[in-house]
């Protein structure tokens, strides 16, 4: 490659963040001066920002400048400056639920300052504005669940979950965990004082309504996610700004 196109590639790279493949072709275009392929591209920039963004040339213009012509950088304040944490979560993750629900309910665990060993304490969730308090009871509830499975999870804050589900106007789902935690509690009167606590367990498990019921929680479980994400972009004004 010739000195001088080195030199301009070098001199044009200092002056504005750009790939080299698109530095190139800029040089072409401006007879390899670098100065003026850095104008072009800021301008190329500025029509992609107001594209993008729908904001005056002047502001886009102001948002470019301060990131140093860094493009997704400049995008990235902007939508700082327009979204709240919440909602750039759910703008970004937007096609999959699970991972925004988690990262909110990690952001109102920080901003609160909740309280953990190994599970959150649920009587500080108590204290939480309503919203955000049915998304962390029944988040923290769903992942005990999910690791500990149906059968302990009945003992696990239950009426808590029950009621926040009741919030939802999830009362079918509620009215299942209802008929479980009544299965299994007659179950174990019933097999108390001959069988071992391993024993009751198996018992449980083994019963045919008891697994109805955790059929059942399993099937309607399959929309909660897309529930709870609705339920964050209604009461959004009560999540993380």
């Known amino acids: ?4 196109h080195i ?7 200092s002056l504005i963040p750009i790939s080299l493949r698109h530095a190139q072709i800029l040089l072409e275009r401006c007879a390899s001066n670098p100065e003026q392929a850095a104008e072009l591209y800021k301008t190329e920039l500025l029509q992609v920002l107001a594209d993008k963004s729908g904001l005056p040339p ?6 470019l400048h301060n990131a140093g012509y860094d493009l997704n950088r400049a995008l990235s304040t902007l939508e700082q ?11 970004k993750h937007h096609q999959d639920k699970a991972r925004a629900l ?3 309910a990690q952001a109102i665990e920080t901003a609160e300052q909740l ?3 190994y599970w959150l304490a649920f009587e500080r969730l108590e204290q939480l504005a309503p919203a955000p308090r049915c998304l962390m009871v029944l988040h923290e509830w769903l992942a005990f669940e999910d690791w500990e499975g149906f059968d302990s999870a009945l003992h696990f804050h239950l009426p808590q979950a029950i009621a926040q589900f009741r ?3 999830l009362d079918a789902l509620a009215d299942t ?3 479980a935690d009544q299965r299994q509690r007659q179950l174990r009167a019933a097999h108390a004082e001959r069988e071992s606590p391993i024993e009751l367990a198996v018992q449980v498990n083994q019963d045919p309504l008891f697994n109805a019921c955790r059929d059942s929680f399993s099937q309607q479980q399959l929309r909660l996610d897309e529930r709870l994400y609705e339920w964050v972009e209604r009461h959004i004004e009560q999540f993380p700004a």
Do not use: K
């Not at 002047?58 to 948002?63: K, L, M, P, T, V």
């Open 115 to 117: 309280p953990r060993q």
């Open 102 to 104: 988690d990262l909110i």
């Open 177 to 179: 965990l209802e008929q």
């Open 58 to 63: 002047d502001q886009a213009q102001e948002y």
């Open 81 to 91: 400056a327009r979204f709240t944490l919440t909602r750039r979560i759910l703008r």
């Open 7 to 13: 030199h301009a590639l070098q001199r044009l790279r």
């Open 167 to 169: 919030h939802l106007q």
């Open 1 to 4: 490659m010739d000195p001088t």
